[in-house]
């Protein structure tokens, strides 16, 4: 296993990180033993970054990653997010405090590395069922980051970041502020503008080369989606994970099917997979820090931990990528 600077943290991670969402189901729905299995399994092969949050399994995915950890007695970097719901509106400070304590608890833990904002950052308040927040409720007086200097204040967070989903105006606005250590980057062969030029009109939301601004500011990345939803493995089995949206507008599962299909050319000269590609490609990107992988078992674990090292795709490959990104993408939506 290879590790990158985290940003100007200090702190090195794992290319690979050890993420413990939904979608790949292991820290929410596996049994005890299985998740036990694995997390050893990626602690033996280096992975000692897992990324967590109260979102995944309603905090059971905090509950049994705290649990193993101490049991194994691992020194490890742990990531936590914390989701605000529309109540929190009229205090956003108190309501990130009382978010983080809850998830130390969950964690059975004293403190994390990474404390991070898992809504979405909008241009305006969605105060509906997927609640948004408005850079000014991060960033200004009274919101979610004077919360996490309190938390931090008290040493129970060392440095914060946010997940890069929402408006990227908005995103981009957080970004400028210089106020956090690290951003979530939705980033993958299929809508790579987090980290790659894509035309005007792309048939999914352009992040407007997010992961650069970020690096500029001195911030660590972390790539999440690398495998779409599972659109970018064998046998495409996610089915986009349990909410009917997408997690990013224009990346429709059914859609990335489609685009999946065309980018298999990939698979050959040493690389096994089209998740190996994926994972390849996005740790060509030196501004990434780590790709978080989900894992549904160990097999899916060494399949990543391969990648670390492992070179990125070819000059010819990466030609054919931009055709693909040029023109064939932008042409799905039409």
């Known amino acids: 296993m290879r590790y990158r600077m985290l940003g100007k943290t200090g702190v090195k991670v794992p290319e690979i990180g050890f993420g413990c969402g939904n979608n790949a189901v292991l820290m929410v729905r596996a049994s005890y033993e299985e998740q036990l299995d694995a997390v050893r399994r990626a602690l033996d092969l280096g992975i000692n970054y897992f990324d967590t949050a109260f979102a995944y399994g309603l905090g059971k995915s905090?509950?049994?990653?705290?649990?193993?950890?101490?049991?194994?007695?691992?020194?490890?970097?742990?990531?936590?997010?914390?989701?605000?719901?529309?109540?929190?509106?009229?205090?956003?400070?108190?309501?990130?405090?009382?978010?983080?304590?809850?998830?130390?608890?969950?964690?059975?833990?004293?403190?994390?590395?990474?404390?991070?904002?898992?809504?979405?950052?909008?241009?305006?308040?969605?105060?509906?069922?997927?609640?948004?927040?408005?850079?000014?409720?991060?960033?200004?007086?009274?919101?979610?980051?004077?919360?996490?200097?309190?938390?931090?204040?008290?040493?129970?967070?060392?440095?914060?970041?946010?997940?890069?989903?929402?408006?990227p105006k908005a995103l981009h606005e957080v970004i400028d502020s210089g106020e956090f250590h690290s951003v979530q980057a939705y980033y993958n062969l299929l809508n790579p503008s987090a980290g790659q030029p894509v035309p005007r009109g792309f048939s999914a939301l352009d992040y407007g080369r997010l992961i650069d601004r970020a690096a500029g500011k001195g911030m660590g990345v972390a790539v999440i989606r690398v495998l779409a939803a599972g659109a970018l493995t064998s046998g495409p089995t996610g089915g986009g994970g349990s909410s009917p949206e997408p997690l990013s507008p224009g990346s429709d599962y059914s859609l990335d099917l489609e685009r999946a299909e065309k980018v298999k050319f990939l698979i050959g000269d040493g690389i096994k997979s089209l998740t190996q590609a994926a994972i390849r490609f996005a740790l060509m990107k030196s501004e990434v820090s780590t790709v978080l992988v989900g894992f549904s078992n160990t097999t899916h674990i060494d399949e990543a931990v391969a990648c670390s090292g492992a070179g990125g795709l070819s000059q010819e490959a990466m030609a054919r990528l931009r055709k693909l990104w040029d023109t064939d993408f932008g042409r799905l939506n039409s």
Do not use: C, W
Request: aromatic residues 4%.
């Open 62 to 167: 905090e509950e049994n990653l705290g649990k193993i950890l101490n049991e194994l007695g691992a020194s490890a970097v742990v990531s936590t997010k914390i989701r605000l719901e529309p109540a929190a509106a009229a205090d956003v400070k108190s309501a990130t405090i009382q978010a983080v304590e809850a998830g130390l608890k969950r964690l059975q833990r004293k403190s994390v590395d990474l404390i991070q904002l898992h809504n979405r950052i909008t241009v305006e308040r969605n105060p509906g069922k997927r609640f948004s927040l408005t850079p000014v409720d991060v960033v200004g007086p009274g919101g979610v980051l004077e919360g996490f200097k309190e938390m931090r204040e008290k040493g129970k967070v060392r440095y914060f970041g946010f997940s890069g989903l929402g408006d």
